[in-house]
């Protein structure tokens, strides 16, 4: 019984999601680029976020167990954080590319 009502539950969500995939673009096509473009910008900002924090909570850790390291430590730090957002950038223009 509890596997037909999940049957029926699936099948009526599937049911009431059709209208909502029948409107369309100009074209007569609905463009997905739009939709991607926005959550693959979210995904890589996100991450970068994550990336950048542990970055720096692992430098701050760095510094406070060896602080005559310090210059080394925050010249790959720097770096580090370079390379992070260039995820966020080149994200951002392949967006720009793609869309327009």
Do not use: D, H
Not at 22 to 41: D, E, F, N, R
Not at 83 to 99: D, M, N, Q, R
């Amino acid at each position: 019984m509890r596997k037909l009502q999940y049957l029926l539950m699936t099948m009526s969500a599937l049911m009431m999601a059709v209208p909502a995939f029948a409107q369309t673009g100009q074209t007569g096509v609905a463009s997905w680029v739009p939709i991607g473009a926005g959550i693959g910008m979210a995904i890589a900002s996100g991450l970068c976020g994550l990336g950048q924090g542990r970055a720096t909570a692992s430098s701050a850790e760095a510094v406070a167990r060896n602080p005559g390291a310090r210059p080394a430590i925050f010249l790959f730090l720097i770096l580090g954080l370079a390379f992070i957002e260039s995820l966020a950038l080149f994200t951002f223009l392949i967006i720009l590319i793609k869309v327009n």
